[in-house]
């Protein structure tokens, strides 16, 4: 149980280009989904915290208008990076919590982003 | 932001042989949780330890959370080949509002097992 799906696992693209990645809970519904940035060698970095159907709530220095997080439905949270630079080449994951109080997050296999 | 003291960073250790890693922190936490990252891929939930001084096993891998809830440890036994990986602990908290169920990571005990 307690399976979250990432979608997709690789992009490589042009600069200037956006990126869509998904976040899916595919056996529970997951009302708080979080997103995370990692570079290499080190620990994951937290983005923002999105709650379903309210707007994502962001940490320090992560910029909300270049990092798009939508969370339409108790399954599913998109994180969208709009024109993409090569700065913002990195390994991005997700991870979700069930409903219910003391559930761990479960995460994502993650998506590798390489903007050219 | 805030971060758990992990160590050791790194481990070399020849198959066989025992593993043990921890984690302190300044804060309490609601939650211990230990995660194993293989390369190109998310962390796999290992053990969630909820109480204090609970001590839980899962095959070879047995972790403790501590009384002060400020620490845990994670212990491998028997390491094998495919137990190399990174190891993050991570204190979990489950205060209202935008701070539910937020983690606070380890920096990872990179673990490399010699066969």
């Known amino acids: 149980g307690a399976v979250v799906s990432q979608h997709p696992s690789w992009v490589i693209c042009k600069s200037g280009t956006s990126v869509k990645i998904e976040c899916r809970s595919l056996?529970?519904?997951?009302?708080?989904m979080f997103w995370y940035r990692q570079f290499p060698k080190q620990s994951l970095m937290l983005m923002a915290t999105s709650n379903e159907g309210s707007k994502a709530t962001y940490e320090q220095g992560v910029e909300k208008d270049k990092f798009l997080i939508n969370h339409a439905s108790l399954t599913l949270s998109t994180l969208t990076v709009t024109s993409a630079h090569p700065e913002d080449s990195s390994f991005y994951i997700c991870s979700a919590i069930a409903a219910g109080g003391n559930q761990p997050q479960h995460f994502g296999d993650g998506t590798r982003l390489s903007i050219l | 932001g805030q971060q758990l003291n992990q160590s050791p960073q790194s481990m070399f250790i020849q198959e066989g042989e025992d593993v043990s890693m921890n984690c302190t922190s300044s804060?309490?936490?609601?939650?211990w949780l230990w995660y194993k990252q293989d390369p190109g891929e998310g962390p796999v939930l290992l053990i969630a330890l909820y109480k204090a001084g609970e001590l839980t096993s899962n095959g070879r891998l047995t972790a403790q959370f501590g009384i002060t809830r400020k620490d845990s440890f994670l212990n491998i036994s028997a390491s094998i080949p495919s137990d190399v990986g990174i190891y993050f602990c991570a204190g979990q908290v489950y205060a209202g509002g935008t701070s539910y169920g937020k983690l606070t990571f380890g920096q990872g005990t990179i673990l490399t097992v010699h066969p």
């Open positions: 804060s309490i936490f609601n939650t």
């Open positions: 056996d529970f519904q997951a009302t708080t």
